[in-house]
Nanobody, 127 residues
Framework: QAQLIESGGGVVQPGGELRLSCTAP????????VAWLRQAPGKGSEFVAG????????TYGDSVKGRFTMSRDNDSMRVFLQMNSLKPEDTGVYYC????????????????????WGQGTQVTVSS
């Protein structure tokens, strides 16, 4: 099972930015969609962004489109989530996760499609 390690969370004011990082095994990124999911206090998990194998396609949740950007660095085996124009409603624990299904052409926006979540990193947007 893939081991994922997230980092980069923190406390930021509304309008600020953060960059999350996730270390994933290289074969994982070649064959599986890697996604960012989040969970706000008292709420279920929410799909934030996902990138299909070999970065063919990147999909974003409606609430983050135009503000968040997912990317990867194949040399360091890391995927990133650049979060700009942060809002209080972006607060939550952010997880890196791997699709249960290999070679999905378009990332699923259903958080139930993913398993092998990392330990999560807390993002708090507050003035």
């Amino acid at each position: 099972q893939a081991q994922l390690i997230e980092s980069g969370g923190g406390v930021v004011q509304p309008g600020g930015e953060l960059r999350l990082s996730c270390t994933a095994p290289p074969r994982t990124c070649m064959w599986y969609t890697v996604a960012w999911l989040r969970q706000a206090p008292g709420k279920g998990s929410e799909f934030v962004a996902g990138q299909s194998p070999s970065a063919r396609d990147t999909t974003y949740g409606d609430s983050v489109k135009g503000r968040f950007t997912m990317s990867r660095d194949n040399d360091s085996m890391r995927v990133f989530l650049q979060m700009n124009s942060l809002k209080p409603e972006d607060t939550g624990v952010y997880y890196c996760a791997v699709d249960k299904t290999p070679n999905r052409r378009t990332p699923s926006t259903n958080s139930d499609a993913y398993d092998a979540w990392g330990q999560g990193t807390q993002v708090t947007v507050s003035s």
